[in-house]
């Protein structure tokens, strides 16, 4: 579990297919500090393990899976990466609860200064979508970003300089993909309002009429 403030970013250093998946490698002085083997790590938002330590120097193992549904495949020699360690019980929660398992690869559409901000428009799937709110909370490859506007077939976020500067979310351009995660609470809202409908529309009727639906 993780809370999608990026303590760093780091550099991709190598990534090697193999039978099943993938080896990829990355540099980066805090994460490798503070990481042992086996600890879980959000690298552009995707939860991955450490299989391997030396100096500063990090490699996780990839799986098909993951090499398809996020935009890790997509990394090659001297990518940067945003990368969180998992929560501890000392861990400050500042942004929201992040799983590390993304919905869907997202593209960013537009990207519009706004004074010292940015404001990034982003395509997605329907089925992220579903779960998409005005000012609610979303991964965009592991950051904590809150929705602005929601649009038909994406969503709008504002970066602030300090977001922008620490994060790969600052130099991405038109065309370029970030890995998504909605909101975990809205999923489990929905998968008890799916369970339940058709055979019990007394709490969906009590919470339309309470305004919360």
């Known amino acids: 579990m ?20 993938a080896v ?7 994460a490798a500090s503070a990481a042992k083997l086996g600890d879980s790590i959000s690298v552009n938002g995707v939860c991955l393990t450490v299989i391997e330590k030396n100096s500063d120097l990090l490699s996780f193992d990839l799986s098909d899976e993951t090499l398809r549904s996020t935009n890790l495949g997509r990394l090659k020699r001297g990518d ?19 799983t590390g398992h993304v919905d869907a690869v997202g ?3 537009s990207k519009v200064n706004i004074g010292d901000m940015l404001k990034i428009e982003i395509s ?11 000012k609610g909370s979303v991964a965009v490859d592991g950051i904590s970003l809150t929705v602005v506007d929601v649009l038909n077939d994406g969503f709008t976020v504002v ?11 600052g130099f991405k351009g038109t065309g370029d993909t970030v890995n998504i995660e909605t909101d975990i609470l809205g999923k489990y809202v929905a998968r008890f309002l799916n369970r339940d409908e058709g055979k019990d529309s007394g709490l969906m009727k009590a919470l339309t009429e309470g305004g919360y639906v």
């Open 107 to 109: 593209t960013i559409r």
């Open 2 to 21: 993780f809370t999608g403030l990026i303590i760093e970013m780091g550099e991709i250093t190598s990534v090697k297919m193999r039978s099943g998946g």
């Open 159 to 169: 970066i602030i300089p300090h977001t922008a500067k620490l994060t790969t979310i």
């Open 124 to 134: 997605a799937p329907a089925k992220v979508m579903n779960f998409i709110v005005e």
């Open 80 to 98: 940067r990466v945003n990368l969180e360690m998992s929560l501890s019980p000392d861990t400050k929660i500042g942004g929201h609860f992040v």
């Open 24 to 30: 990829l490698s990355l540099k980066a002085r805090e």
